[in-house]
Antibody
């Protein structure tokens, strides 16, 4: 069974950098697929942040691209999110997920439970 | 950039009733990349439908998806108490965009 678990600080100060890690078990990141970050501000909808492939190839949401870095560590079977220059609007639950591709279909099939990150001084 | 608009924002229905949720794209999208998710409070989204109409593993057959081009629909044939939740459509076209969601609440 594929499982994902987010970890990282739950409180970040404005203008600083948010850092989260997603640990994957039950599946080797090196086996393929893209791995993504999605966030959800309190009481609002889902916003895709970006994806990373085990090769290091990344794709980002254009609205966040200038502040986002997603990286992968295949030796630890983890991938990470860094969001710079955070503000209150970045307060959200951050989910990591596997983006599956097969038989011509593409979707997020496995999700972490989510990590709440609050931006506050 | 393709934008997905879901309607209605909230659907108030009783158990046993039929729910019809709409997802409209600003331009024609590839149906194989259209998915639906269910989210309950405090939980991660759960994949319901992918490829517009294919139910994910373990999803009951009261959930069905349809559509093509710019208009897609998620139908719940007979609502059960466990189905009251928020539903999101999502599509990939360079970016992995989500619709704004439809909340299905108990009337």
């Amino acid at each position: 069974q594929v499982q994902l678990q987010e970890s990282g600080p739950g409180l970040v100060k404005p203008s600083e950098t948010l850092s989260l890690t997603c640990s994957v078990s039950g599946f080797s990141i090196s086996s393929g697929y893209y791995w993504g970050w999605i966030r959800q501000p309190p009481g609002k909808g889902l916003e895709w942040i970006g994806n990373v492939h085990f090769s290091g190839t990344t794709f980002y949401n254009p609205s966040l691209k200038s502040r986002v870095i997603i990286s992968v560590d295949t030796s630890r079977n983890q991938f990470s999110l860094r969001l710079t220059s955070v503000a209150a609007a970045d307060t959200a639950v951050y989910f990591c997920a596997r983006r599956y591709y097969g038989s011509g279909n593409l979707y997020f099939d496995y999700w972490g439970q989510g990590a709440l990150v609050t931006v506050c001084s | 950039e393709i934008v997905l608009t879901q309607s209605p924002g909230t659907l108030s229905l009783s158990p046993g009733e039929r729910a019809t949720l709409s997802c409209r794209a600003t331009e024609s999208v590839y149906s194989s990349y259209l998915a639906w998710y269910q989210q309950k409070p405090g939980q991660a989204p759960r994949l319901l439908i992918y490829g517009t109409s294919i139910r994910a593993a373990g999803i009951p057959d009261r959930f069905s998806g349809s559509g093509s081009g710019t208009d897609f629909t998620l139908t719940i044939s007979r609502l059960e108490p466990d189905d009251f939740a928020v539903y999101y459509c999502q599509h990939y076209a360079g970016s992995n965009n989500f619709g704004g969601g439809t909340k299905v609440e108990i009337k």
